[in-house]
């Protein structure tokens, strides 16, 4: 998985890049990186809770990439200063700050840890992206009943079976699930 994610942000675009959730994964901010976490993990990262409900505080079309690396399962599905589903919500605003062309690097752990784990709220998969997809048809009544546009188009897709912390027994099935996404 560390070496799916290493790969798939090798050849980012340059410019202002966001890493949500970043952990301990604090990437260069002389790259560009912009690093966001609710922990004050280190003095480079951006202190800041998703759960807030408020807007994220970058303009429009600011990220030509975003790092979603195990963070997404993370999101609850209400916030008391958002109506409805939180994660339509955030999704917009991750649209909302991402420059045309944007490259979305998503990775997430596969069942059952991605279930099972008490930290965790949903599993993310390409499915969680479908209101989302330009190419979905089945989308596109959903989408339109919330008023979603399609802008994101899939350009990578993989089921990562790796040995992983997580999951001490090798049971031959998928570990996490890597995707990129381009903002359309
Ligand atoms: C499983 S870790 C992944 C860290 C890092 N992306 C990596 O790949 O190593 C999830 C991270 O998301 C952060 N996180 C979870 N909920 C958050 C929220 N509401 N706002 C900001 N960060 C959050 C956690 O603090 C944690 O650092």
Known sequence: MGRWVAEASEDLPPGP??????GMDIRDPGDGWVNLDYLPIDPDVVVWDLECGD?????DHTFKAILLVD????????????????FFWLMEQLLRVSA??????????APPQSLASAGH?????????????????????EAQYLSLL???RLLQYSVLRKWNWRQPV????????GMVWEVV
Not at 17 to 22: E, M, Q, T
Not at 125 to 138: I, K, M, N, V
């Open 17 to 22: 890049k966001l890493n949500l959730g970043c």
């Open 55 to 59: 807007p994220l505080p970058w303009a």
């Open 71 to 86: 963070v997404l399962e993370h999101i609850p599905h209400r916030s008391p200063k958002v109506k409805g589903e939180f």
């Open 100 to 109: 045309p062309g944007a490259k979305w690097v998503v990775c997430s752990p």
């Open 121 to 141: 709220t949903r599993l993310i998969d390409r499915g969680t992206f479908l209101e989302w997809e330009t190419t979905e048809p089945d989308s596109s009544a």
């Open 150 to 152: 399609p802008r994101l």
């Open 170 to 177: 090798w049971f031959g099935r998928a570990c996490a699930y």
